[in-house]
């Protein structure tokens, strides 16, 4: 599966090999696979034109990190046998025969909170502090042609303070996406650990401007990415003439696109933590230098249906501003990225985004913990459905920032992805806001939601917490839908547990409209 297209160029996902990407919305163990396989080491070009593998190295050997998803069937060694032996997504060629990979599951030594799943940690929260190994082959492109004339390992060992309240670890610590033979080995994080700044502290808030916030280059063809929605949490502190400026936070929902017949839809940018910059600002511009490696920026969406993700860092410094009046991001990356026949293409990435001081709303969504932005449906990515699209709804919406909006009819069940109870306050129901769209087709029944919860650790799976029927509430506005708790329920709700999840099931009729989610709360 392919990240995007461009004149056939290939940009791979985040997972180690391929497009396989877990889903945040289940119970995910962690699973270190040891694997023992050949690697290139210097490619050429056959005699019909495509790259080839001129010399592989021995055997190496390395351990990693990989998700394994509660509903994944396979065994540990055969999932990661597929990720780490099967021939890379935008590589002409496979690894040798006798690759080999082992899977032990580390649960218990490494939760997956955080790492393989968004972490569910409640307000109040800091940053994650995260130690793992990456490891890489650096592609030195060759003078005469468009591939690897030497492939060089690398790895290196680090620590740090992480934002994964949007992205997991997983995810967003595996090197840049333009290196060969990726992958991390993550041997520990603490949440909410006292050695990192807090979560939700910032100075000022902006909420970024929608339109074309970047570009993507290549073979010719310029793409141009629209932001729909975001905001931006920046800190600056100046004096002696020069400013230190931290962007604390930054997450924007892009537009969906339809790019060579690859459908990219739900797509979000986010930082995976603090990007500092100081010096002494540009006079003309007002911008202060990012330094190179400074900025750590993750991209999810859904292409062709597939979950998928792609890391850039920065090489060359970027350039971030903060005035009374708006904030300032820019920068541009080239990556070398492979087409369909394995020949290294390069890649441009273009930034140029805008913010303005964000209104109170902006303001108090910035703020959100991760928990919050769940029960707010203001991360389409946090939940997940098989047989429905669903997208952010900016408007109408009750609360916070965006909604997540439903396109699809029959009965469509939608799982969010985990949370944690702890600092909770159940009361007697959940109750909901649901938009129902005008014009629908019976008005003798118009629908049902239907509702679930589950917590592995407290043996509850898919719980029955109720149905609301949607025939007699007005179309083209929104109606609260209250679900009595089952006392059982609220007992479950009342632990501290760290991987409950809820399902929402809809059951409507055929519209050419979404139907707009908005607002999980507990109510009396």
């Not at 620590?159 to 992958?183: E, H, I, K, N």
Request: net charge neutral.
């Amino acid at each position: 599966m392919r990240w995007i297209d461009l004149s056939a160029v290939v940009v791979t996902c985040a997972s180690g090999l391929g497009c396989w990407e877990p889903n945040p919305a289940f119970q995910s163990n962690v699973i270190r696979c040891d694997v023992a396989r050949k690697e290139c080491r210097q490619e050429g070009v056959g005699s019909d034109g495509s790259v080839q593998c001129t010399s592989f190295s021995s055997a190496v050997q390395f351990s990693a990190t990989a998700c394994k998803d509660a509903d994944d069937g396979r065994t540990n060694d055969s999932l990661c046998t597929q990720m780490f032996c099967a021939q890379p997504s935008g590589v002409a060629y496979g690894y040798p025969s006798g690759c080999s990979a082992a899977g032990t599951d580390v649960t218990a030594q490494v939760p997956a909170d955080g790492i393989c799943r968004v972490s569910s940690s409640s307000d109040n929260g800091r940053l994650a502090l995260v130690s793992f190994t990456q490891r890489w082959r650096d592609c030195t492109p060759a003078a005469g042609g468009p591939y690897c004339s030497a492939l060089n390992v690398n790895s290196a060992a680090q620590s740090g303070c992480y934002d994964l309240s949007v992205t997991r670890a997983v995810t967003q610590l595996l090197p840049p996406s333009d290196r060969r033979d990726r992958s991390v080995l993550i041997s520990s994080a603490t949440l909410n650990d006292p050695e990192c700044p807090l979560t939700g502290s910032f100075t000022t808030a902006y909420a970024i401007t929608p339109g074309v916030v970047a570009s993507v280059s290549a073979g010719g063809m310029t793409v141009p990415v629209s932001a729909k929605s975001g905001f931006a949490t920046v800190t600056q502190a100046c004096g002696d003439g020069a400013c230190t400026t931290t962007l604390d936070k930054l997450l924007v929902n892009l537009g969906d696109a339809m790019v060579n017949g690859v459908q990219v839809t739900n797509l979000a940018v986010s930082t995976a933590g603090p990007i500092g910059a100081s010096g002494i600002p540009d006079p003309d511009s007002g911008l202060v230098s990012v330094p190179s490696g400074a900025v750590s920026l993750v991209a999810t969406a859904l292409v062709n249906g597939a979950r998928s993700a792609f890391i850039l860092r920065n090489k060359q410094p970027w350039r971030v501003g903060v005035t009374a009046s708006g904030m300032t991001l820019q920068g541009s990356e080239t990556l070398t990225a492979s087409n369909l026949s394995g020949r290294q293409v390069p890649v441009t990435v273009s930034v140029s985004a805008t913010g303005k001081p964000a209104s109170a709303q902006v303001q108090a969504c910035a703020s959100l913990s991760p928990r919050a932005r769940l029960f707010g449906f203001e991360d389409p990515a946090s939940w997940s459905a098989s047989s429905a699209m669903l997208s952010l709804a900016t408007s109408p919406i009750k609360q916070g920032c965006g909604g997540l909006a439903v396109t699809g009819h029959g009965y469509m069940l939608m799982s969010s992805s985990t949370f944690s109870t702890a600092g909770l306050s159940p009361a007697a129901a959940l109750s909901l806001d649901l938009f129902v769209p005008a014009s629908q087709p019976n008005p003798f029944w118009i629908g049902a939601v239907q509702m679930f919860l589950t917590c592995p650790s407290a043996n509850v799976f898919n719980q029955y917490l109720g149905q609301v029927e949607l025939t007699g509430k007005p179309e083209g506005q929104y109606s609260t839908l209250r679900f009595p708790l089952p006392a059982a329920s609220l007992s479950t709700l009342r632990q501290s547990l760290n991987d409950c999840s809820f399902g929402l099931a809809l059951n409507v009729n055929q519209t050419n409209a979404s139907w707009i989610l908005d607002n999980l709360r507990f109510t009396p």
